[in-house]
């Protein structure tokens, strides 16, 4: 077809460690376009508990095991400010995952300065399932940290990454 363009999305975000939450969204933003990229964010100033290079591990692996995958999925790392960072792959759209109205807040501020920078590179919101709207990746390295059960929100690989770290 002349003129067909890819539709190319960007699901940001820290992954430290990647939660069932994650992959969940991964899986229905991989349904809506062509390509989807998985961007993990280098950034320190969150002061993550594993490295860049442990968690962009973590969400390949994640995502290589994912059982239902619509598209391609590409794990990148990325530093530089979001949007161009969508702009350089050629994304149209970013993924956001919205958990309760604590996030809608942050995302809706986030959402408009990206549409000042970047007008052409739509943010879509998907809602966090029942299931995962309480799952966080703060509250599981700190329930894995006090000694909790965290095997119900992260897979059996990235269990055996934070069991690592005890």
């Not at 069932?20 to 062509?34: E, Y």
């Not at 809706?108 to 943010?123: C, D, K, S, V």
């Not at 709207?133 to 965290?150: M, R, T, Y």
Request: aromatic share 10%; hydrophobic share 40%; net charge neutral.
């Amino acid at each position: 077809m002349a003129g067909f363009k890819l539709r190319i999305g960007i699901y940001p975000g820290t992954f430290d460690p990647i939660t069932k939450g994650h992959l969940h969204i991964i899986k229905r933003a991989s349904r809506q376009v062509d390509r989807l990229i998985v961007c993990v964010a280098d950034n320190g100033r969150k002061g993550p508990r594993f490295s860049l290079e442990e968690r962009l591990e973590m969400v390949r692996t994640d995502c290589d095991n994912l059982p239902e995958k619509y598209c391609e999925i590409e794990v990148r790392p990325f530093s530089n400010l979001l949007v161009h960072f969508a702009a350089d792959v050629g994304a149209n759209c970013i993924f956001r995952g919205l958990r309760a109205v604590s996030d809608f807040d942050y995302e809706f501020q986030m959402t408009g300065m990206n549409a000042r920078l970047a007008p052409e590179i739509e943010t879509v919101f998907l809602m966090a399932a029942d299931k995962w709207q309480f799952v966080s990746a703060s509250f599981v390295k700190e329930i894995h940290a006090l000694g909790g059960d965290v095997s119900e929100f992260v897979t059996p690989a990235t269990l055996g990454r934070l069991n690592g770290r005890k």
